[in-house]
């Protein structure tokens, strides 16, 4: 068996996951997906995209309502938090998961390696923050005419993984393409060397947007071409999910993204104790939690994510336990 094999999903998993997110039937890709004729479109992959965004939440709840506070990047437990207990993930688990439903579904995809900005954390002086997750895809274009001629052998960048500031829908490699973000939000990529490289001969995909035309450009995370392998994650993960100074151990957060007529317009964000709904440029503040209690119901009555008592347990004596 070839080392580049990767898990994949049976056909049962991959119906639960998409009537999970509520893709249309009309969405529905025809089965078996290995075909060639049944690879994955354009088409499609943006429509999943969305539908995982504003059905499956960026979160940390593992590293606080848990009694174990860790994180697997095991694709089955992956699939059972998201499908089957209605979680969602951060970084690492929501782009593995989300590659791996790719991969099942007959797409053509790897995982790599992205670096965040220190602007998008509020450190000012430039620069970037180590290795985080996004996906790349090749764009077969083998079931419609049309997307042979546009996409055949063009590669997207897709990230379901970075929350609030992350795309919306698949970015193809193309420098200074700047396409639309969520209301007037821009996006673009930028081929180019980064600051802190010491070899100004290396190239990156740097990812920015901006407000929108009158605004700034802002760098939110780099990326390279290079394909990154379950352990090179597993090392990643560990750091990220067990340090003191990671912002995920010591910030509990939740958020999706809201959409209307299958367009995504805004964001549902649950940071610490609130609650705040930001659509077409306007911020809501919908709730402030005080106790457990209170967030725990919030995390229900926004997100759908319904704690077990061993799960409310878990946070208990932590620094991010709201005590009132």
């Known amino acids: 068996m070839s080392l580049s094999n990767r898990p994949i999903y049976t056909q049962a998993q991959l119906s639960g996951y998409l009537n999970h997110i509520n893709l249309p039937n009309k969405y529905h890709p025809p089965t078996p997906a290995s075909a060639p004729q049944n690879r994955g479109t354009l088409e499609l992959l943006t429509v999943l995209q969305r539908h995982q965004l504003a059905k499956v939440p960026f979160e940390n709840l593992s590293l606080h309502y848990s009694k174990h506070h860790s994180i697997s990047l095991d694709p089955h437990d992956l699939f059972d938090k998201v499908v089957g207990r209605g979680h969602g993930g951060y970084c690492m688990e929501n782009n593995c998961f989300f590659g791996t439903v790719l991969r099942s579904l007959g797409f053509d995809v790897y995982s790599a390696g992205a670096r965040v900005s220190n602007a998008t954390n509020g450190v000012s002086g430039g620069g970037y923050q180590g290795w985080y997750t996004t996906s790349h895809f090749r764009g077969r274009g083998r079931k419609e005419d049309w997307l042979t001629v546009m996409i055949e052998g063009q ?162 004596g932590m620094v991010t336990e709201l005590k009132g």
Request: one cysteine or more; charged letters at 25%.
């Open 155 to 316: 590669r997207y960048m897709v990230d379901v993984g970075f929350g609030s500031d992350g795309p919306t829908h698949p970015l193809p490699l193309v420098h200074d393409e700047v396409t639309y973000g969520i209301g007037p939000q821009e996006v673009r990529l930028l081929h180019m060397s980064i600051e802190q490289n010491t070899d100004p001969t290396q190239r990156m995909w740097v990812y920015e947007h901006r407000n929108d035309e009158q605004s700034p450009w802002m760098a939110v995370y780099s990326f390279t071409e290079l394909e990154f392998l379950p352990p090179d994650y597993t090392i990643i993960n560990f750091y990220t999910s067990t340090s003191r100074t990671s912002f995920f151990t010591y910030t509990v957060i939740c958020t999706k993204m809201v959409m209307e007529s299958d367009d995504v317009v805004g964001t549902l964000t649950l940071f610490v104790a609130d609650v705040k709904r930001r659509t077409r440029g306007k911020t809501d503040h919908l709730e402030s939690c005080e106790t457990e209690e209170q967030r725990i119901k919030a995390l229900e009555k926004y997100f759908g994510i319904a704690l077990s008592e061993e799960e409310k347990d878990g946070i208990r």
